[in-house]
């Protein structure tokens, strides 16, 4: 199982995370603000951090975008838990580096679920076997072993979440994938109100690329039905 760092400064919140995950026999570190969050994070290194954002001292906004500059933890999938479900607060969790956000009160069983997609993104929770694993077609290749992508002749990290993304719209290449089974491949669920969650880490997604190759379109928006991958690009 994993090892996952649960940062809050609700100790109820905490316990009861806590609890349920031991059941599920992970590892369970905790943290009750965020400066002891990220010192525990550095020291540990955990596969998950459940993060929480209205803390003293120093927010999740702000120990998430640390942890993304952290050579150790950049790559660490963070699920932020919060009472702040607005829409802009969601966004700029996601900007800010979340893998995904959960909104207080919430239902044990969705935070497990969210939990088990989040940890099978990880190289941690990869099969040996695909390890070395590479796909190529059209510009790309990707590299599990690195969460990386080749486009053309340069490589580019990608974040887990970024990493399911592009491979969901490389399998299936040419055709159009719909939003829902796209939330369904990638977090394993497919609740509507999830869509700007996923819209935002396509954006992300689509200005690494961009850098690449400005003339050139990769991902595109089908409206009313979800995104297509041209593996060559297509001219904008």
């Given at each position: ?38 010192a ?14 209205m803390?003293p ?10 942890l ?23 966004l ?138 041209w ?6």
């Open positions: 199982m994993a090892k996952i760092l649960v940062v809050d400064d609700n100790p109820a919140i905490v316990e009861l995370v806590k609890i349920n995950l031991e059941m599920q026999g992970h590892d369970v570190l905790t943290a009750p603000d965020g400066l002891q969050g990220f525990i994070a550095q020291q540990e290194l955990p596969h998950l951090i459940v993060l929480d954002l803390m001292n120093v927010d999740g906004y702000t120990v998430c975008q640390r993304r500059k952290h050579p150790d933890l950049a790559e660490t999938p963070v699920l932020m838990l919060t009472a702040l479900g607005d829409m802009d607060d969601k700029k969790g996601f900007d800010s580096g979340a893998d995904d956000y959960l909104v207080k009160p919430f239902e044990i069983p969705e935070l497990l679920v969210r939990v088990r997609a989040l940890l099978r993104r990880t190289k941690a929770a990869m099969p040996s076997s695909a390890a070395q694993e590479l796909l190529s077609i059209g510009h790309f290749t990707l590299i599990s072993d690195s969460l990386e992508v080749k486009v053309q002749e340069t490589i580019v990290k990608l974040t887990p979440t970024e990493y399911e993304i592009l491979n969901a719209l490389i399998q299936n290449h040419g055709q159009t994938i719909a939003l829902g089974k796209l939330l369904q491949e990638v977090w394993g669920y497919n609740p509507d109100d999830d869509v700007e969650t996923l819209r935002v880490h396509i954006r992300h997604l689509r200005v690494k690329l961009e850098k690449i190759s400005p003339d050139l379109k990769y991902i595109e928006t089908i409206y009313g039905g979800g995104y297509r991958l593996p060559e690009g297509k001219v904008s």
